[in-house]
């Protein structure tokens, strides 16, 4: 390396170029306006968003909430279907006997049966039990050698749904004993 004469050796040469330090400009009044109105702007923005967002799913959760009502009994319709299939075929029958007409029916039960088990549609048919105000509606008391309060007739039998009563039973129950 060649060394210059006005340069001493391990010295670097000198830059022209002089840093000087930035003094500290304090913005004017007009650029934090500015900025503000900025931030401002922003923050409505992503407010309307958010607002609308939260618009927009709220209507999607009342659009779900009626398309499960009105449809919430698709599964159960669908199998009642073949219920009334077999009650329109017996029906159609023209040479039919008493006999017929009777396992027909029976056949059609046990369809409709199994269409409420599969469904948790339970049967009450309390006799011989304690009236039960929440699953038995009383339509009167008759003289009975059983225990009183015992259920002795069942008029109509009741039905529930996933333990909710549908329908009590209509019950006579048994008289105290004087």
């Avoid at 060649?2 to 930035?22: C, L």
């Avoid at 913005?27 to 401002?40: D, G, R």
């Avoid at 077999?86 to 039919?96: D, I, M």
């Avoid at 339509?139 to 329908?167: F, P, W």
Wanted: glycine content about 2%; proline content about 3%; aromatic content about 4%.
């Amino acid at each position: 390396m060649e060394q210059n004469e006005n340069t001493a050796p391990n010295e670097q040469p000198a830059d022209n170029t002089v840093e000087q330090a930035a003094p500290d400009v304090m913005p004017s009044m007009e650029e934090m306006l500015q900025k503000a109105e900025q931030n401002a702007q922003e923050h409505h923005d992503a407010w309307l968003r958010a607002k609308a967002e939260s618009e927009n799913i709220r209507r999607r959760a009342q659009e779900d909430v009626s398309k499960a009502q009105k449809f919430a009994v698709e599964r159960f319709s669908n199998e009642m279907l073949a219920v009334m299939d077999s009650l329109q075929a017996g029906l159609a029958v023209e040479t039919a006997t008493v006999e017929s007409f009777k396992s027909g029916m029976e056949l059609t039960l046990k369809q409709l049966t199994t269409v409420f088990e599969k469904f948790n549609i339970k049967e009450i048919n309390p006799i011989g039990e304690k009236f039960d105000a929440h699953q038995h509606q009383a339509i009167g008391m008759v003289d009975s050698d059983q225990e009183a309060n015992t259920v002795v007739t069942v008029m109509q039998k009741g039905y529930s749904l996933s333990d909710r009563i549908m329908r009590p039973a209509l019950v006579m129950v048994a008289k105290a004993k004087e």
